[in-house]
């Protein structure tokens, strides 16, 4: 299999409806891109949380999940499974840091994601980003939506692992719910690694990708 190596990467985006979702559905990668990419511009839109105790977790987290990065991180007050209500903020919000970015890669929800808000933000990215590689990310759900994905980001186990650690560790608010727990993020990576041969991995939606064969 060949690689996707993508040159000159200086800076990322990274969008979620809420907080967690970026953790969940690409930690591992920001922690594997972080650590070889020291100074990484990585700039993350979350659309709901903000002023309220998930907004802490989230930017404590993703500092966990982004070391050495220069993160910026901004966190919006839409409520929670409205964003179909809230859909100008939101287009706004995307079109605000595409204004303000030039990202060499996006990691994003995947038009797929039962989730309506997920699903929405997945949607409006390609309306802003029209010309950048968007990851759109899994997460494991009651819906149970999970496709099979084209893309892999192989972990190290020890990635893996600090993946599942910070998420226990950053995000208190969310250690109740049922399905937010080791075995559910590392079953998903397992199965994800099998499908790349890797001991762990993360899976990724792309809707769009351009080869270069020229060069
Ligand atoms: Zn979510």
Redesign the pocket.
């Known amino acids: 299999m060949i690689g996707l190596r993508p040159a000159n990467l200086s800076g990322i985006a990274a969008l979620?409806?809420?907080c967690d979702?970026l953790a969940i559905g690409a930690g591992g990668s920001l922690l594997t891109l972080c650590a070889a990419r020291p100074g990484l511009r990585v700039d993350a839109l979350v659309l709901s949380g903000g002023g309220s105790e998930r907004e802490d977790e989230e930017r404590a987290a993703l500092a966990a999940f982004c070391p050495g990065a220069d993160l910026r991180v901004t966190v919006l007050k839409l409520p929670d499974g409205r964003l179909p209500a809230h859909w100008e903020e939101a287009k706004a919000a995307v079109e605000e840091l595409r204004a303000r970015t030039d990202p060499g890669l996006i990691f994003a929800p995947w038009r797929g994601d039962a989730?309506q808000?997920?699903r929405g933000l997945a949607k409006l990215v390609p309306t802003a980003f029209r010309d950048h590689l968007a990851l759109g990310y899994e997460?494991v759900k009651w819906d149970g939506d999970l496709a099979a994905p084209s893309v892999y980001q192989p972990l190290a186990p020890e990635v893996a692992e600090q993946k599942v650690d910070l998420l226990q560790r950053h995000y208190a608010s969310q250690r109740h719910r049922p399905w937010y727990d080791r075995e559910a993020f590392l079953g998903l990576a397992r199965i994800r690694g099998i499908e790349c041969h890797a001991r762990y991995a993360e899976a990724f939606h792309v809707s769009k990708l351009i080869v270069d064969l020229e060069n």
């Open positions: 979620a409806a809420h979702d989730h808000d997920h997460i």
